[in-house]
């Protein structure tokens, strides 16, 4: 959209702003009555509805907005305040000055638009140089680099690059034997105990190999578990100790 | 065609770039002057609206290019369109650089009332500007490319028309320092 | 000449490659037989001898390609691009090139821990290195050029400095070969 026919519903104004544009110019809407700052409002939410930023009309907007505030802020200036003796002509023919400069600019733009479309038609060639042209030739090949370069690059090759660091990824080591003597342990001072608790705050990985160790604790006649129906919790205890 | 006409041809034919009379006179191991004459032969062979390429003269040097009777062709052959078009504020910033040049950033933005990173980084990358060292302020200065005058088939900067041709009617600046006046005027009544 | 003959012209101008008939045709959107007929009228145009530039019928199709009268004059005007500096990854390949030969490009590869083809291309391109038949796994084996060694100013491969030299970590003494594909490991393992 451009932004010339952003909707404004201002105090003193409804419509689009270009319309806003003309009356401040005819000066049939006073543009101290004008808040600029909520033209910039309606402006970014429209923005923020239709959640497209498009840079021309970005630009557009940018450019009357400022000069609207540069306007007005000349307008606001007290005429009799010493040191600021800037003649409302003065001001105006600044102004004047820089549109015109600009304007000069956009119509060279247009220039070039027009010169690139006209030239548009013609093409240059990139084929490659034919291989034989592309190669010095062995007759007249003169030394133009040093063997050095060779030397240097093979000895950076030789050079046996830092081992990767790998500290940022995260890798859980856990091993069966660690898992076998946490579960003993847990099976001497309680007897019995939920397989939770021998996996509280674990990562999956733990969990997992906690779980094989259990089976070889089992295997073994280490320990005994109980699961009352599939996903229930597993209770883990001691077997029953026939020697004792 | 005498030989040496054969031979500039050739290297035209063989170059990328436009080559100037210099270079081809080295190349050729002649003076400039049968070079112009050899061009100046060439140009008979390549007249604009008889054959499928023609000598152009760009970027300060001169060029064999087709004409644009292949382009719906080429663009087929080459399933490729020529060059993207510019932006309207790429083609501004390029305006300003083009005839300004060397100018810095601050100096386009002044003119364009905006800042213009974005499309001067544009042209930058698609090679129609370049760096030309610093202001006395230490802000980078831009210039023109061949590129820019290649693809834009002027000779050389000189060929960019008078930036006054595009200075706005008379007519236009009165209208629009009437409104602006007016504004003043509204400032010293309130 | 007409407007297809023409059309036919620019685009062997643009085309890097020799053009078929059937490719002309299709591009200029009319029939092979009008394409033959075309050529045969570019043909008179560019009969041997005349100009800079003449067509070939070669393998595949038609091109345009420049007359041997301009090859002494085009070999001086490109002579600068011929010998441009070598790149980081171009001076790691030639080296092993050199050092290893004759060697692979998967064992370039494995040595540099990174693929290795465009560099390899340009230095097969610039005449610094070239094939030297196969290696028992059918891998093509490069080896350098007596052009390599004449802008290298080498009176032979045993010229070549001395890798010591420049090695940073003289640890035992090894093969090259076996300690640059260790290293080499090791880089590509990242």
């Known amino acids: 959209m451009r932004a010339a026919s952003l909707d404004l519903d201002l105090e003193v104004f409804q419509g689009p702003f270009d319309l806003l544009l003309t009356l401040v110019l005819r000066e049939e809407v006073d543009l101290l009555e004008v808040e600029l700052a909520d033209v910039v409002l309606a402006y970014v939410d429209h923005l923020e509805r239709t959640g497209e930023l498009e840079l021309e009309a970005a630009t557009e907007f940018l450019v009357l907005i400022a000069a609207l505030l540069e306007l007005k802020s000349r307008l606001m200036l007290p005429g009799e305040e010493e040191g600021l003796d800037w003649e409302p002509q003065e001001a105006a023919e600044e102004l004047l000055a820089r549109m015109l400069e600009y304007a000069r600019y956009r119509a060279a733009a247009r220039f070039l638009h027009e010169r690139l479309a006209a030239e548009s038609g013609f093409r240059y060639r990139s084929a490659p140089v034919p291989r034989a042209l592309r190669r010095a030739s062995l007759e007249v090949a003169e030394a133009a680099y ?47 105990f939920p397989f939770e608790d021998a996996v509280a705050g674990a990562d999956r990985l733990t969990e997992a190999v906690t779980l094989f160790a259990l089976l070889e604790l089992y295997k073994a006649g280490e320990a005994d578990w109980q699961q009352k129906e599939p996903f229930s919790p597993i209770t883990v205890s001691a077997p029953a100790k026939e020697t004792e | 065609m005498n030989e040496l006409a054969r031979i500039v041809e050739a290297l035209l034919f063989l170059s990328a770039e436009p080559l100037g009379v210099t270079e081809l006179a080295g190349a050729a191991e002649v003076s400039e002057g049968e070079v112009v004459e050899a061009l100046a032969r060439l140009r008979e062979h390549y007249a604009e609206g008889f054959r499928g390429v023609v000598l152009r003269e760009v970027a300060g040097g001169f060029a064999l290019a087709t004409d644009p009777v292949a382009e719906r062709a080429a663009r087929r052959l080459l399933a490729r369109p020529r060059t993207p078009p510019l932006t309207q504020a790429q083609a501004e910033c390029l305006a300003a650089v083009a005839y300004l040049q060397p100018v810095s950033r ?40 061949a590129l820019f005058e290649k693809l834009f088939g002027l000779a050389g900067l000189d060929s960019l028309p008078d930036p ?23 400032r010293s009544a309130g």
Do not use: C, N, W
């Not at chain 1, 090759?157 to 990767?164: D, E, H, K, Y």
């Open chain 1, 146 to 192: 040093d063997p050095e370069l060779l030397g240097q690059a093979i000895g950076g090759l030789l050079r046996m690059p830092p081992p990767l660091d790998l500290h940022h990824i995260p890798r859980p080591s856990v091993t069966l034997d660690q898992r076998l003597a946490h579960l003993r342990k847990l099976l001497s001072d309680r007897r019995s």
């Open chain 2, 106 to 145: 601050p100096e386009i933005a002044r003119i364009r009332g905006v800042a213009s990173e974005s499309a001067v980084g544009t042209l930058l990358e698609r090679g129609l500007i370049e760096e030309s060292g610093r202001s006395r302020f230490g802000a980078i200065l831009y210039r023109t490319t």
């Open chain 2, 164 to 186: 006054a041709r595009f200075d706005p009617s008379p007519e236009e600046e009165g209208e629009l320092r009437d409104r602006l006046l007016r504004a003043g005027d509204a």
